[in-house]
Structures are given as C-alpha cells and as structure tokens.
C-alpha cells in the first residue's frame, strides 16, 4: 500500500507546478515524504509543506519554530521551501497556505533582467570571492536567466569544474534573496569562457 502511495504521489508531482506536500503534523516527517520531495526538487518543481492537524500538535506559539527547525533538519534539502502550518478541520493557515501559495508561484514563473543578473552577481562575487582551485582564481564574467519554471540562471566563468558545490549553494542563495525570487528552486548552468574574450553576446 504504501509503495502504491508513493507511486502515484510520484506521478502527480510529474503533472503539477506548484507542489503542496502534505505531511501529518503528529506523524511528522517520514522516509516516503523525503523519497517524493527529493524527487520534486529533481523535477524542478515548486514547493510547499503543509503541515496539517496543528491543532494536535501546537501546545503553544514556540511549538512552530521547534517543529520547522525539525522539518529543515530531515529535510535539510527543501531550505527554499515554505512551511505552512494548518488544520484541515477547522480551516487555521489555509488562507495564509494560500496566499503564500501566489508567491511562490510568482517566483518560480519570474523573469528577471540581464542587467539585474550581472549586477546581483557582481555584488555576490565581490562579497565571497570563490576559493583558489589548485593556485587559480576562479573568475565570473558574467550571467544571463535562460528560463523560468524553475528560474534557471547561465553564468559564464572561467573554471566551471572548479566551482565547488558549497559555492554553487552561496550563489544560488544569495541569487535568490538578491533577485527576489522568495522560495523559488533556482538553477544554475555553469559554462567555461576563455579570459580575454567579450562579455557581450553577438
């Protein structure tokens, strides 16, 4: 039964944008909920938990910080992704589920301005310079959005395989806080440019 769930959750995550992944608030966080996510985040999906049955859980207000902080670590891959807290019985945070639902979705459909790229990311190269790989700097010249759905950012660089993954991990953060894409799965599609060549497309 439970291998059948996880199937057809699987097969609705194929079918939708936005994915509201429902977890039960006694029950907390499973195997299965992180087996269906982490194969949202591969798909490129949009994201939210909710958290249903609160009214069971929630003794009082400091009850919901320990329980994201709960939720971010067993799922410490969804960090972009909103966490509602409601009741299906009684309709607490469905509205707010909802309005939150808009914003998501608005980031994740977002286009953002080539100018705006390369602006943000000066700023977050000029902050937090990546390492030396083997004795070399390893240099951005600069970026484009190449599409939306998730927003998927092409940066050109002079090393791409010496980019670490915790620097692909700042960069995708700071992209987001920076471009105002709130809880959206951004992307990133690292390409080599020779030194000395222009920045400018033909």
């Known amino acids: 039964v439970e291998q059948f769930s996880v199937q057809r959750s699987l097969r609705a995550v194929d079918r939708g944008d936005l994915i509201i992944h429902v977890i039960d608030g006694p029950e907390g966080v499973r195997d299965q909920h992180a087996q269906i996510l982490s194969y949202a985040v591969q798909r490129g999906k949009a994201l939210m938990?909710?958290?249903?049955?609160?009214?069971?859980?929630a003794k009082n207000d400091g009850e919901t910080e320990k329980y994201r902080d709960e939720v971010h670590y067993r799922l410490s891959f969804l960090d972009?992704?909103?966490?509602?807290?409601?009741?299906?019985?009684?309709?607490h945070g469905v509205r707010r589920l909802l309005q939150v639902a808009v914003r998501?979705?608005?980031?994740?459909?977002?286009?953002?301005?080539?100018?705006?790229?390369?602006?943000?990311?000066?700023?977050?190269?000029r902050a937090h310079t990546p390492p030396l790989a083997q004795g070399r700097s390893v240099k951005f010249y600069y970026?484009?959005?190449t599409r939306t759905s998730p927003p998927t950012f092409t940066l050109f660089v002079?090393?791409?395989?010496?980019?670490?993954?915790?620097?692909?991990?700042?960069?995708?953060?700071?992209?987001?806080?920076?471009?105002?894409?709130?809880?959206?799965p951004i992307r990133l599609?690292?390409?080599?440019?020779?030194?000395?060549r222009s920045g400018k497309r033909s």
């Open 49 to 57: 938990l909710a958290v249903n049955k609160w009214d069971l859980v």
């Open 158 to 184: 002079n090393r791409p395989g010496a980019v670490h993954e915790t620097y692909k991990k700042y960069l995708i953060h700071q992209l987001r806080q920076d471009l105002g894409l709130e809880h959206a």
């Open 104 to 125: 998501v979705v608005h980031s994740y459909r977002r286009k953002v301005s080539t100018s705006a790229v390369n602006q943000a990311l000066q700023k977050i190269v």
């Open 143 to 145: 970026g484009t959005q």
């Open 189 to 196: 599609d690292l390409r080599a440019r020779r030194e000395g």
């Open 80 to 91: 972009f992704a909103p966490i509602a807290f409601i009741s299906a019985a009684t309709g």
